[in-house]
């Protein structure tokens, strides 16, 4: 003699599926309140009000403006270095570009891109920063995943693993919830929320390998000469300099050495110090 399988009373289920859309809220909350924590709010204000004051400087006394924005940019790099949000690079990338370090500015600029990749006010200054090139030289081009990003980079990445929590939640409650024979109308609701769930988190982890992937990209802060190997003594790769502010792809890595490769293709070595790392 065959007996079906013991279920769960009514008031169990909904029990269960309270939990869990109640320890979803619990760790979303906790998650979006560790973003807000991190904030030094009186370091970004101070940071803030320094560039101000070079605005302010800018017209009469061009050398008191330009230690304002170095200031204001190394205050902004301090707080990134607590909370690397795209902002506080962005506001970075712009004190740089006005104290006139171009190859700096452009590799923060390139760090906010890379947190933010829809944002309109970053691909603006960075274009325009680049336009400021003596020579222009053609950036590395993008990847596939790194246009893509721009469709889902409108939200932050805390906000889409809320999402992803909240989602998973809900799809798991629903299938807790339903009794046996599960109705294929809550069934379809719970797959469309454990898949958005999937989807979302798929989405955080692609932009986590993309940044470490974008960590190969190196922009020159100061003109240098792009030789055909790791040390002076090699030919030049190229006539003129590459001026501040180019931006390659580096690919290998020595004492002191870097080899770099241009949008273009064209391959060589630079000294590592004259290059910086989104």
Known sequence: MTHAPAQASPSVRMTLAALLLIAAVVVSALVARGRVASVDALAVETAEATYAEGLALAKDDPASARAR?????AMFAEAAR?????????????ALARAGEVGHAIAAYRAAAALAPADARIA?????????LARSVEPPSQRLVERAAAVWGAFDESSRWIGAI?????GSAILVVIERPRR???????????????????TVLLDQWRRAEASRVVVLVEPTTLRKGNGDGFEPALVEPLPA???AIGTEERPGWLAITLGDGTTGWVPTAATARP
Request: net charge negative; charged share 10%.
């Open 124 to 132: 603006a200054n960075l274009a325009a920063t680049r336009a400021t």
């Open 166 to 170: 909240l989602l998973f939640a809900v």
């Open 82 to 94: 607590a909370d690397p949000t795209a902002g506080l690079h962005f506001n970075r990338a712009n």
């Open 184 to 202: 294929a109308a809550f069934v379809t609701m719970s797959c469309a929320a454990l898949a958005g769930s999937s989807l979302l988190a798929s």
């Open 69 to 73: 924005f170095l200031e204001s940019a």
């Open 245 to 247: 502010g180019t931006e």
